[in-house]
């Protein structure tokens, strides 16, 4: 079966495009959410007695939000890396990836549609040995 550069490139940008833009993804979510969390820690520790539970609470937070960086951050660059290697199950996990990834509004929700709509192309399956 011979492949035309075109299907190459498009089944090749999703892997690229994971590997580049997910790492980056879930760490400026998790900016955002932190920056919010601390603008209210910051005005709730004004009016509380207890600021050091304000804080502490910030902290655990925190802490949840960069273990959850990591870990989306860690499965991305597997899943690329599986990916740029044709493995069969990096497309089975980069559809589930994908599906997640809608979750993102909006830059995520488009990514994550892209990178459906390649991992299910007719093409796509025959590169990576999926029988139809």
């Known amino acids: 079966m011979g492949f ?3 299907s190459y490139s498009i089944a090749i940008r999703p892997a690229r495009l994971r590997l580049l833009l ?9 900016l955002q959410v932190l920056r ?3 603008l209210r820690a910051l005005k709730l520790a004004q009016t509380a007695r207890d600021r050091g539970g304000v804080f502490l609470i910030l902290g655990l937070t925190g802490m ?5 960086l990591v870990v989306t951050s860690v ?6 890396y599986g990916l740029l290697k044709r493995r069969r199950w990096a497309r089975i996990f980069g559809i589930v990836l994908a599906a997640v990834e809608l979750i993102n509004f909006p ?9 459906l709509w390649v991992l299910f192309n007719k093409e ?9």
């Open 4 to 6: 035309t550069a075109l």
């Open 22 to 30: 997910d790492p980056l993804l879930p760490f400026v979510r998790c």
């Open 36 to 38: 919010g969390l601390f």
């Open 64 to 68: 949840a939000l960069v273990t959850i």
């Open 75 to 80: 499965a991305s660059l597997i899943c690329g």
């Open 107 to 115: 830059i995520g929700t488009a990514l994550g549609a892209y990178a």
């Open 124 to 132: 796509t399956e025959a590169m990576f040995g999926v029988s139809t």
